[in-house]
C-alpha cells in the first residue's frame, strides 16, 4: 500500500523546510503569507521576540468592505497593498517574505507583487 500525504501535510513540511532557512529580524521581519479556501492572510513578524507588529487579512471589515470575492487574486493584490500601507506606517519597508509553502505564483505571488509596488522591499 502506498501511504499517500495530504496537500496540507505536504504544504506543511514545504513550510518547514523554507523556516529553517528563513527567519524575521527587527531590521528586517518576515512578510508571512496564509491562504486558505475563502480568505488569505499576511502578517509581518519578529521572530527575534517572536510579535506579529503588522497584520491584514480579507476577514477584517476595512479590507473586506473594499472586495467583491476574498479569495480570488485581485483579493490577494489589494491584500498586498494593505499590508504594505500599515507596514510603512509602522516603519518598516524591507521585509523577508514566507510564502508558507505554498507555490509562488497565482495569489502568493499577486499579492508579493502588490506589496512591493506599495513600497515594501524584499
Do not use: C, W
Not at 84 to 96: L, Q
Request: proline share 1%; charged share 25%; glycine share 6%.
Amino acid at each position: 500500500m502506498i501511504n499517500k500525504k495530504s496537500r496540507s501535510e505536504v504544504r506543511a513540511k514545504k513550510h518547514r523546510r523554507l523556516r529553517n532557512r528563513i527567519s524575521g529580524t527587527a531590521s528586517t521581519p518576515r512578510l508571512a503569507v496564509f491562504r486558505s479556501n475563502n480568505h488569505m492572510y499576511a502578517q509581518i513578524i519578529d521572530d527575534t521576540v517572536g510579535k506579529t507588529l503588522v497584520s491584514a487579512s480579507t476577514v477584517q471589515k476595512e479590507v473586506k468592505a473594499e472586495l467583491e470575492k476574498t479569495n480570488d487574486v485581485a483579493a490577494a493584490a489589494h491584500l498586498g497593498t494593505v499590508i504594505a500601507k500599515r507596514a510603512i506606517e509602522k516603519g518598516i519597508t524591507t521585509v523577508v517574505f514566507d510564502r508558507g509553502g505554498f507555490i509562488y505564483q497565482g495569489k502568493i505571488q499577486a499579492l508579493a507583487d502588490a506589496a512591493r509596488e506599495a513600497g515594501l522591499n524584499f
